[in-house]
């Protein structure tokens, strides 16, 4: 069975860092783009990014770049969020979603995680 | 605000048709593909609409999709209490270099 499942709920204070995951598993994951998208509570979907396990490729959306990190390990075929130093308004459910090409549609979804900044 | 603009709310009573827009410009609709999801809180969006019209299997085909321009409208016939949730639509930008979702439009069904 093709699917992506994400790592647990997190609870962090300002200034902390933080690594996010998305194991991907049924399918070839250097084939297929891993893109991740935020929700904050109450306000609809922003994509953050997306990056291609086969060469480690990445874009940036403007609003995310530099603010986190998108990377991926073939040998255990899962795709990671980072941050370095969270802020309050980071708190947010963040999916990652697969894509045959980084324009395209996210045909297979993680379950989100919950990831709660708060001092 | 969202590159996307879609309307913030719809409804429709059950057995209804209701038609969600969304609209952009020549940088995302007018010149890439749309997509549309069906996304109900606390769950994992899911895809409903993909390259413009086309429906993944498993889709109803009470939902459909099109596109004119820069514009681009989900249709959903035959509404069901289950249909009422959140639904976006998205496009890549070329300006932009990002995938960009609408604002989304809440569904309810009366």
């Known amino acids: 069975e093709e699917q992506l499942v994400q790592s647990g709920a997190e609870m962090k204070k300002p200034g902390e860092s933080l690594k996010i995951s998305c194991k991907a598993s049924?399918?070839?994951?250097?084939?297929?783009?891993i893109a991740w998208v935020r929700q904050t509570p109450g306000k609809g979907l922003e994509w953050m990014g997306i990056?291609?396990?086969?060469?480690?490729?990445?874009k940036y959306s403007p609003s995310f770049q530099g603010q986190v990190t998108i990377s991926a390990d073939t040998s255990t075929t899962t795709a990671y969020l980072q941050w370095s130093s969270l802020r309050a308004s980071d708190t947010a459910i963040y999916y990652c979603?697969?894509?045959?090409?980084?324009?395209?549609?996210?045909?297979?979804w993680g379950q989100g995680t919950l990831v709660t900044v708060s001092s | 605000q969202s590159v996307l603009t879609q309307p913030p709310s719809a409804s429709g009573a059950p057995g209804q048709r209701v038609a969600i827009s969304c609209s952009g410009g020549?940088?995302?609709?007018?010149?890439?593909?749309v997509s549309w999801y069906q996304h109900f809180p606390g769950t994992a969006p899911k895809l409903l609409i993909y390259?413009?019209?086309q429906r993944p299997a498993g889709v109803p085909d009470r939902f459909s999709g099109s596109k004119s321009g820069t514009s681009a409208s989900l249709v959903i016939s035959g509404l069901q209490s289950e249909d009422e949730g959140d639904y976006y639509c998205?496009?890549?930008?070329?300006?932009?270099?990002?995938?960009?979702f609408g604002g989304g439009t809440k569904l309810t069904v009366l």
């Open positions: 979603s697969r894509h045959i090409g980084y324009y395209t549609s996210g045909d297979l």
């Open positions: 049924g399918y070839g994951f250097r084939t297929y783009w």
């Open positions: 990056i291609y396990p086969g060469d480690y490729g990445a």
């Open positions: 020549s940088s995302n609709i007018g010149s890439n593909i």
């Open positions: 390259s413009n019209f």
């Open positions: 998205a496009a890549w930008d070329d300006s932009l270099d990002g995938q960009m």
